[in-house]
């Protein structure tokens, strides 16, 4: 039982307040931005932008996004995006779900995405089409 909590473990990277990263960087699992990054992150994984981390950026890309700190670029998330109070955003957005706290400072554009279920809905047993369909549901909302 506990070789299955070891492979449900998500690493997490932490670029520190001292760190200053100019580049394309790419991760799977999640990375926490607590300093400066210029450059492009095209990810799979979760990204964090901390309160008082600065990025300018041509893309990002990752499953989620959550902003707290000040971001100058265009953002795309699979799954969501959320903009924390105090935070600055500029730049257009793509993403299924969206959450902007009051107090932000965003400058851009929203598109939003449908994310459709993972499984083909005519090959799925009824069980398996009612999941996809409730999960499709939620993102839709």
Same mark, same amino acid.
């Given at each position: 039982?506990?070789e299955?909590?070891?492979?449900d473990?998500v690493?997490e990277?932490?670029?520190?307040?001292?760190?200053?990263?100019?580049?394309?960087?790419?991760f799977t699992?999640?990375?926490v931005i607590?300093g400066k990054?210029?450059?492009? &992150?095209q990810?799979? !994984?979760?990204l964090?932008?901390?309160?008082? =981390?600065?990025?300018? /950026? #041509?893309?990002?890309s990752?499953?989620? &996004?959550?902003i707290s !700190?000040?971001?100058?670029?265009?953002l795309? =998330?699979s799954?969501r /995006? #959320?903009?924390c109070?105090g935070?600055t955003?500029?730049g257009?957005?793509?993403?299924?779900?969206i959450?902007?706290a009051?107090?932000?400072?965003?400058?851009?554009?929203?598109?939003?995405?449908?994310?459709?279920?993972?499984i083909d809905?005519f090959?799925a047993?009824?069980?398996?089409?009612k999941k996809?369909?409730?999960?499709h549901?939620?993102?839709?909302?």
């Open positions: 039982m506990s299955d909590k070891e492979t473990k690493n990277t932490v670029f520190g307040p001292e760190t200053e990263f100019d580049g394309e960087l790419e699992d999640k990375l607590t990054f210029n450059g492009k &992150i990810a799979t !994984g979760d964090e932008i901390a309160k008082n =981390a600065v990025c300018t /950026v #041509e893309k990002i990752a499953r989620s &996004i959550v !700190g000040s971001v100058q670029g265009n795309e =998330a799954e /995006v #959320e903009i109070s935070s955003v500029i257009d957005i793509t993403t299924a779900r959450r902007i009051s107090n932000v400072n965003f400058e851009g554009q929203v598109t939003m995405i449908d994310k459709e279920p993972d809905l090959t047993a009824s069980a398996e089409y996809a369909m409730t999960l549901s939620d993102v839709i909302q």
